[in-house]
């Protein structure tokens, strides 16, 4: 009984949460392949992974905050201008590369690696803003001409 009521309301949020970001109405159809997909990922004992899967997002979610600092008291030392007087580039590659080279780091060095992945997260987006910078690539955001 207890197992029947608990996957109800577990094919109620995946049911929603599919329906929102599907953009259908089809809930009917979203709720039974989420059914389906929950049973085939059962049978195929998922639960045995789930402690790698949360230290693997351990590992390399910190990062992203490690380059949020940076890219805030580095780069905007301190102070964001407002959102709509800025003009955002597509992509931030000193980020990117700053966090493909922290989740490595954070992955493969000994110690703790959320905090070895914010460091050399912080450590990356400075160098990689820096060598961008002097290659003529800044990645600096314009601001809108009013």
């Given at each position: 009984?207890?197992?029947?009521?608990?996957?109800?309301?577990?094919f109620l949020t995946f049911s929603v949460a599919g329906c929102n970001f599907?953009?259908?109405?089809?809930?009917?159809?979203?709720?039974?392949?989420?059914?389906?997909?929950?049973?085939?990922?059962?049978?195929?004992r998922i639960d045995l992974y789930l402690v790698q899967f949360l230290l693997l997002l351990g590992t390399l979610i910190p990062p992203i905050g490690g380059i949020i600092i940076a890219d805030f008291f580095y780069k905007h030392r301190g102070k964001y201008t407002l959102l709509e007087q800025t003009h955002f580039r597509k992509f931030n590659w000193a980020g990117i590369g700053a966090y493909v080279l922290a989740s490595l780091i954070a992955f493969f060095s000994p110690g703790v690696p959320p905090?070895?992945?914010?460091?050399?997260?912080?450590?990356?987006?400075?160098?990689?803003?820096?060598?961008?910078?002097?290659?003529?690539?800044?990645?600096d955001h314009a601001p809108v001409k009013a």
């Open positions: 009984m207890a197992l029947r009521v608990s996957d109800d309301n577990n599907l953009r259908t109405q089809n809930r009917r159809l979203i709720t039974i392949c989420g059914a389906v997909v929950g049973t085939v990922l059962g049978l195929m905090i070895n992945g914010i460091i050399a997260a912080v450590v990356g987006y400075i160098a990689f803003d820096k060598v961008l910078s002097l290659l003529g690539h800044s990645q």
